[in-house]
């Protein structure tokens, strides 16, 4: 059966990077195009990145706006794995990422999602008295 295995989720400081790899197994891998989705507390599933398998357009790559620039998708067909690189990361990033591919027959397939947290963190109080 499909498999999607996400990892490299974690915590990172606003402006650091991240990259996600996302393990696939039970179908011919290199023939289906690949995607990265996220989803932010409250909000709704978005696309964040595609990339084209076969045909003319192969290798082709989508960005959703917010991450234009910022953000690369990969894919190696030797490993069936595809990666999502995220640089210049902003607390808006912060969001459960989930790898996914559709079937030829439309069938939507899903990873467990891998958590990405953007933040300063809570910090430390120091004092110095006299």
């Known amino acids: 059966q499909v498999q999607l295995v996400e990892s490299g989720g974690g915590l990172v400081q606003p402006g650091g990077s991240l990259r996600l790899s996302c393990a696939a197994s039970g179908f011919t891998y290199g023939t289906y195009s690949m995607n990265w989705y996220r989803q932010g507390s409250g909000k709704e599933r978005e696309l964040v990145a595609r990339i084209i398998s076969s045909g003319n357009n192969a290798g082709w790559t989508y960005y959703g706006d917010s991450v234009k620039g910022r953000f690369s998708i990969s894919r190696d067909n030797a490993k069936n794995t595809v990666y999502l690189q995220m640089n210049s990361l902003k607390p808006e990033d912060t969001a459960v990422y989930y790898c996914?591919?559709?079937?030829?027959?439309?069938?939507?397939?899903w990873g467990q999602g891998t958590q990405v947290t953007v933040s300063w963190g809570q910090g430390t109080q120091v004092t110095v008295s006299s």
């Open positions: 996914n591919v559709v079937s030829t027959y439309g069938t939507n397939y």
